[in-house]
């Protein structure tokens, strides 16, 4: 059995998530489909993403917008990114801090690897790790 995995996230303003995302880590928007490509869509709703796609750090997810009830950001859950160099690990930690809050520096740690954790400024908790060194 084989899969593939796509983070999907839902939001409050996915269009703006995606181009925070899209900023901080590299990457692109690839398709956005809004409720007003829907036949008979309502003109509140025109606006909201239906669905998007985008790629981001080399990842692909998707997002669309919150659309009645609610969600709460969770905590039971992270996105780890894995970089092959320090400095975009940096980057990419640095960028999606802007605005959130570190809840672990990104520093050295002792299985030969940089790690660190953030929870960016929409509620969504980053893991940003290197490669381990051998050693």
Known sequence: MKAKLTPYIFSEDAQAQADFYVKALGGEIVSVMTHGQLPDASEALKDKVLHLSMVAAGVSFYMCDIMGGSYAQGNAMNLSLEFASE???RKAFANLAEGGNVTHPLQP?????????????????????????AG
Do not use: N, P, Y
């Open 109 to 133: 740690e002792f299985w030969g690897a940089l790690f660190g954790q953030v929870e960016d400024k929409f509620g969504v908790h980053w893991m940003i790790t290197t490669e381990a060194k």
């Open 87 to 89: 400095d975009d690990a």
